[in-house]
């Protein structure tokens, strides 16, 4: 089993910055890429930012300049510095983690249980 573990949600008003935190744990052989997703209420849960083991990125257009994604490989966490927030910006967000399990030659994807991000005006 593998869990994924998020914090550093809270409230913040607007230009503010909050760091949020993933960490995987569990029976884990290696993890290709960790990232963000969001969803605010009514609408589709969409991409925030990825990260790759070997250090590439990739951000959506509406956080590009604004949030910066990172990673310790050694830990097994990624995080989100999210700067300049905007009350758009509020939402719940998701860690998810391609993760290849100890024993096995499939890769899955697993998911946080979602930390809320509020941005106030």
């Known amino acids: 089993q593998v869990q994924l573990v998020e914090s550093g949600g809270g409230l913040v008003q607007a230009g503010g910055s909050l760091r949020l935190s993933c960490a995987a744990s569990?029976?884990?052989?290696?993890?290709?890429?960790m990232g963000w997703y969001r969803q605010a209420p009514g609408n589709q849960r969409e991409f925030v930012a990825a990260?790759?083991?070997?250090?590439?990125?990739n951000y959506a257009d509406s956080v590009k300049g604004r949030f910066t994604i990172s990673r310790d490989n050694a830990k097994n966490t990624v995080y989100l510095q999210m700067n300049s927030l905007k009350p758009e910006d509020t939402a719940v967000y998701y860690c998810?983690?391609?993760?290849?399990?100890?024993?096995?030659?499939?890769?899955?994807?697993?998911w946080g249980q979602g930390t809320q991000v509020t941005v106030s005006s």
């Open positions: 998810m983690s391609q993760v290849l399990p100890a024993g096995t030659a499939y890769q899955y994807d697993y």
């Open positions: 569990g029976s884990i052989f290696s993890i290709y890429a």
């Open positions: 990260a790759t083991a070997n250090g590439f990125t």
